[in-house]
T-cell receptor, first 112, second 118 residues
Framework: GENVEQHPSTLSVQEGDSAVIKCTYSDSASNYFPWYKQELGKGPQLIIDIRSNVGEKKDQRIAVTLNKTAKHFSLHITETQPEDSAVYFCAAQGDSWGKLQFGAGTQVVVTP | GAVVSQHPSRVICKSGTSVKIECRSLDFQATTMFWYRQFPKQSLMLMATSNEGSKATYEQGVEKDKFLINHASLTLSTLTVTSAHPEDSSFYIC??????????????FGPGTRLTVT
């Protein structure tokens, strides 16, 4: 089955700096890669996703890149703000049921 | 984004009792919903896949007789934790698949339910 690894586990950045989180996956058949932001005590919120026919996608300060050959994808947050502080999860989906395999999560702390 | 609700948000129950958690997709129909469990500072663990009108598919190691799932309509799935014990205390989160265009889907999560078994 699919295995997703996520790094780093924690990331501290100064407000205004950029944050990058990287994930690798094992199943070359995976074709959908969403990113979720989870604040304390809340459910994960879908913030951006990318499909295997696209190499990069951007939404305001957030961007995701996908390298299918290397089987890795990354989340980029620019001009970080304190409200970006949360746990971020990457995921990969390869089967028709839509089951997602999640990474272990990255705790992002943005200090003013 | 799409809206998924869960009820209750928090529940405390006594050991041996059963608890039902509801998951609703408010602005879209979801033929497939998922139930996850999350322990503190850990990732999401898929418990089961719930398909409207059919039996749920449980992940390995999840007791189907203990975690009863019903997906009676395109907007509602329920998880019942039967004969709850303290080790069942956890954060339970549902998610729903929404058609995003063509044959593509997106998955949206509910706010979660904090279950505490005393």
């Amino acid at each position: 089955g699919e295995n997703v690894e996520q790094h780093p586990s924690t990331l501290s950045v100064q407000e205004g700096d950029s944050a990058v989180i990287k994930c690798t996956y094992s199943d070359s058949a995976s074709n959908y890669f969403p990113w979720y932001k989870q604040e304390l005590g809340k459910g994960p919120q879908l913030i951006i996703d990318i499909r295997s026919n696209v190499g990069e996608k951007k939404d305001q300060r957030i961007a995701v890149t996908l390298n299918k050959t290397a089987k890795h994808f990354s989340l980029h947050i620019t001009e970080t703000q304190p409200e970006d502080s949360a746990v971020y999860f990457c995921a990969a989906q390869g089967d028709s049921w839509g089951k997602l395999q999640f990474g272990a999560g990255t705790q992002v702390v943005v200090t003013p | 984004g799409a809206v998924v609700s869960q009820h209750p948000s928090r529940v405390i129950c006594k050991s041996g009792t059963s608890v039902k958690i509801e998951c609703r997709s408010l602005d879209f129909q979801a033929t497939t919903m998922f139930w996850y469990r999350q322990f503190p500072k850990q990732s999401l663990m898929l418990m089961a896949t719930s398909n409207e009108g059919s039996k749920a598919t449980y992940e390995q190691g999840v007791e189907k007789d203990k975690f009863l799932i019903n997906h009676a309509s395109l907007t509602l799935s329920t998880l019942t934790v039967t004969s709850a014990h303290p080790e069942d205390s956890s954060f339970y989160i549902c998610s729903a698949k929404r058609l995003a265009g063509g044959l593509s889907y997106e998955q949206y999560f509910g706010p979660g339910t904090r279950l505490t078994v005393t």
